[in-house]
């Protein structure tokens, strides 16, 4: 019966499962339907008639289900929002649209970011370390003067961000794709761009130990690099 009961809210919430104030929601709910399924089972009902009634206690979930979807879209979508010297270590960011975002001076190791659009945010003098930027758009964003250790950059958009300064060490941009990014001065020591494409893209710093094997990019790109004495025998040149 306990997973009939589950099986049942599934289906109730499934369109709002990425939602982590819905999940919660669901969570709480299974446990308070379990202990009335018991309640009723103890009273004498069988196991049918004891389900039925414990749906029939949910009531009209839809409403506040829907109340819940929205006041979490509206947070999603504002513009603007400043964040800075904010505590914010191991926040939930998820899917979030903060465009022209302020996270300066703030601590955001271990956030999740992922799938975010961050366009033209700033991340100035803050912890990134092992934060996850899954399939974030980072087009024109600025991580200036920040620690990035062991953060995840998997599947992100790379349009005319910079990264003056910042420290990279370790970290992988494999497979990605570069359009006007500024790496100036940053920490790229055991960095890895495998298979990386490359658009006109400033590396004015210390890439003797970055990795570039099967990278492609265009001659400035190319040319700059050398002059910094990376490692260029196994990349392409367009």
């Known amino acids: 019966m306990n997973e009939r009961l589950r099986r049942y809210l599934d289906s109730v919430f499934s369109p709002y499962e990425d939602l982590k104030q819905i999940q919660e929601l669901k969570e709480e709910l299974l446990y308070d339907l379990q202990e009335k399924l018991s309640d009723l089972k103890k009273e004498g009902y ?3 008639a ?7 206690s949910i009531g009209e979930i839809s409403e506040l289900i829907e109340s819940i979807n929205s006041q979490t879209v509206q947070l999603q979508q504002k513009v ?7 505590n914010l ?39 990134l370390d092992q934060v996850n930027f899954t399939g974030a ?32 060490t ?28 490359f658009n006109n893209v400033s590396f004015k710093t210390d890439v003797k130990k970055t990795i570039f094997d099967g990278a492609t990019m265009d001659k400035l790109t190319y040319a700059l690099l050398k002059s910094y004495k990376a490692d260029l025998s196994n990349v392409t040149v367009r």
């Open 50 to 56: 004891a389900y039925l009634l414990t749906i029939e």
């Open 80 to 86: 603007g929002m400043d964040f800075s010297k904010s």
């Open 137 to 168: 758009n980072l087009s024109g964003a600025q991580i200036v003067k920040s620690s990035a250790r062991k953060a995840i950059f998997t599947d992100c958009i790379f349009e005319n961000t910079t990264f003056k300064y910042s420290d990279f």
């Open 170 to 197: 370790g970290v992988s941009f494999d497979n990605l794709t570069f359009n006007g990014v500024v790496f100036d001065y940053a920490g790229l020591r055991k960095t890895t761009f495998r298979n990386a494409v």
């Open 46 to 48: 069988d196991d049918e």
């Open 89 to 127: 270590e191991n926040s939930d960011f998820k899917s979030t649209s903060v465009h022209d975002g302020q996270f300066n001076y703030s601590n955001l190791k271990g956030s999740d970011f992922s799938y975010s659009d961050l366009t033209n945010s700033s991340f100035k003098c803050s912890s």
